[in-house]
Nanobody, 120 residues
Framework: QVQLVESGGGLVQAGGSLRLSCTAS????????MGWYRQAPGKQRELVAG????????NYADSVKGRFTISRDNAKSTWYLQMNSLRPEDTAVYYC?????????????WGQGTQVTVSS
């Protein structure tokens, strides 16, 4: 089992910045991939960014490339989403996620979600 706790959402003006954090507990050594998703009202949940638990491999949604940066601190079992040049269309609930391995396969864990609101 992996438990995830997020922090860092809030209200910011367009062009501003926020940093989200996600801290994992439990079977942290089973985590292979970490990431962030978001879901805006009336829309499907979408991948924002992902990072491998080892190595430097990252991936981003086209809509956030060049503005958002995902990073991790394995010693703290924490990963981050630095969001710069925020736009009103970035408004959503942001969820952190971890993909972990087990003896029976892979499973995903989710945080509780944190609201990010960007005003124009």
């Amino acid at each position: 089992q992996v438990q995830l706790v997020e922090s860092g959402g809030g209200l910011v003006q367009a062009g501003g910045s926020l940093r989200l954090s996600c801290t994992a507990s439990g079977s942290i050594f089973s985590i292979k991939q970490m990431g962030w998703y978001r879901q805006a009202p009336g829309k499907q949940r979408e991948l924002v960014a992902g990072i491998a638990s080892s190595g430097g491999s990252t991936n981003y949604a086209d809509s956030v490339k060049g503005r958002f940066t995902i990073s991790r601190d394995n010693a703290k079992s924490t990963w981050y989403l630095q969001m710069n040049s925020l736009r009103p269309e970035d408004t959503a609930v942001y969820y952190c996620t971890a993909r972990s391995s087990s003896t029976t396969g892979y499973f995903s864990s989710w945080g509780q979600g944190t609201q990010v609101t960007v005003s124009s």
